[in-house]
């Protein structure tokens, strides 16, 4: 039994023991570390938005081969085949004939395996509805306290609030700064991100009002994140001064660790980056139209619209930027991206899931004594 202190709104709410998230990384949170998450007690998600249809199907039994705990699925609330994603999370749920309450058709909500579906961006109040119809809860990703009243007007659930520490995309105002923000703005839950490594930042969150935390860079150097061994080792070669936040990856700032690539793409040369990135741009742009099934169509139809909004070197990287995280985090290549939390310097060690939340646990528990 998890200690009353770390009995919160979210562990209620996503049917699990501690206050701890696992963040729906592409390309990492797979099936593997998503059951080891959920076995130890907290809410994994897995990261749908680099699958195909078919793909999220199998990773999800995946997940159920190895855990019988509730997780969660990540999506982008912009994606052309989310309806047909979120029939996929339904239709998992009903599968199970326990499942549905015998006296009506709404789902039972204490036994949904997937217990969350969580967004990078605003899913449409239609999208938000059928979920919660069927008994799943909606967390998107906030790091501005107007987009976190934004989505608390369209009836989320739960809130994940990330600073500007966290990895990946991310926003310009740090934890300690927004999070207060938003606990003051809404009144739905609020899961803080952005820096969290250790029990003393869960129990700094709860102490600020968040019903937790999650994480992605320490899930990510853990023995079931199934990122490559050499990838791993540069990860844990990083200090807290070795990342940078850039908008030259996709048009949009997002915290990756400094490499020769990410210093060609912040060269203010346009003879270096260009002769770096169109070479990468057309075979990158085919690869990952072939990995995903988009039609060439409408991956030329994406470059158009990109263009309107974004420099010459943001389109033609673009197309670059998944196939170049996929690289490092999937074949371990390390000419790719590196998305990273700034607290990448403060980890060092390559723990189980269940050895890191039992140590986050017991921390956390004799902070929030002291």
């Known amino acids: 039994m998890s200690s009353p202190q770390l009995n919160t709104a979210a562990t209620e709410l996503f049917g699990v023991r501690y206050p701890i998230v696992q963040t729906g990384m592409g390309w990492v949170a797979g099936p593997s570390l998503v059951a080891a998450t959920a076995n130890a007690g907290c809410l994994g998600i897995l990261a749908s938005a680099t699958m195909t249809i078919d793909e999220l199907r199998q990773a999800i039994a995946d997940i159920q081969q190895r855990t019988d705990k509730p997780f969660g699925v990540n999506m982008r609330a912009d994606s052309a085949d989310l309806g047909d994603r979120i029939q996929v999370l339904i239709a ?32 449409a109040a239609d999208d938000i509805k059928q979920l919660q119809d069927a008994g799943i809860a909606v967390m998107p990703t906030v790091g ?24 990946g995309h991310t926003g310009v105002v740090p934890t300690s700064l927004l999070l207060p923000q938003v606990l003051n703005a809404v009144d739905v839950p609020v899961i803080a991100a952005g820096g969290f490594t250790d029990g003393r930042g869960l129990a700094a969150a709860l102490a600020w009002g968040a019903s937790g935390i999650a994480m992605g860079t320490r899930f990510l150097l853990t023995q079931e994140s199934k990122v490559p061994a050499n990838i791993k080792t540069a990860y844990l ?11 030259r990856i996709d048009g949009s700032p997002q915290r990756v660790i400094k490499t020769k690539l990410v210093d060609t793409l912040e060269s203010r040369n346009p003879l270096r980056w260009l002769l770096t990135l169109v070479p990468l741009t057309l075979v990158n742009a085919l690869r990952f139209r072939k990995l995903i099934g988009m039609p060439t169509r409408q991956l030329l139809r994406e470059a158009r619209s990109m263009k309107r909004n974004m420099s010459l070197q943001q389109t033609l990287m673009a197309p670059n930027a998944a196939m170049l995280t996929r690289a490092s985090l999937v074949e371990g290549n390390h000419s790719g991206v590196l998305p990273t ?30």
């Open 341 to 370: 939390g700034q607290c990448v310097g403060l980890i060092d060690d390559l723990p189980t899931c269940e050895e890191l939340v039992q140590r986050i646990v017991t921390d956390a528990q004799v902070a929030l004594t002291r």
């Open 144 to 167: 501005a306290v107007r987009h976190a009243e934004k989505v608390a007007e369209l009836g989320v659930d739960v809130i994940m609030c990330q600073g500007s520490e966290g990895g």
């Open 237 to 247: 070669n990083s200090s807290v001064t070795n990342t940078v936040v850039t908008d």
């Open 92 to 123: 998992t749920n009903n599968d199970d004939d326990n499942n549905t309450d015998d006296d009506n058709n709404n789902a039972n909500t204490d036994n949904n395996q997937i217990r969350v579906a969580s967004f990078a961006g605003a899913p």
